[in-house]
């Protein structure tokens, strides 16, 4: 069975993060890499959310849709604060 378009960009996105913490070389702590993945699964979920706010015309499901995103915008700010943290000496 075929996979859609979405999946397909899901998995690439993937990968690409993959090669970024590959091509850095340094290693990280486990807090930092917990750090990364979370960060990685948010920025997933708010891409998603856009697409489905992009396509929504219920003004209720907009409505929950951009409350997800504000939550998502302020859990991405928690975890760039926190990285920013974790990198001062």
Do not use: F, I
């Not at 993959?18 to 990280?28: C, H, N, P, Q, W």
């Amino acid at each position: 069975m075929a996979r859609g378009w979405e999946s397909k960009s899901v998995e690439a996105q993937q990968a690409e993060v993959g090669e970024k913490s590959a091509k850095t070389g340094a290693r990280l702590t486990p807090e930092q890499a917990a750090n990364a993945r979370e960060k990685a699964g948010l920025l997933l979920s708010r891409q998603r959310v856009v697409q489905q706010l992009e396509a929504s015309g219920n003004p209720r499901h907009r409505q929950m849709l951009e409350q997800a995103l504000a939550e998502l915008d302020e859990k991405l700010r928690a975890v760039a604060a926190v990285q920013t943290l974790s990198t001062l000496p």
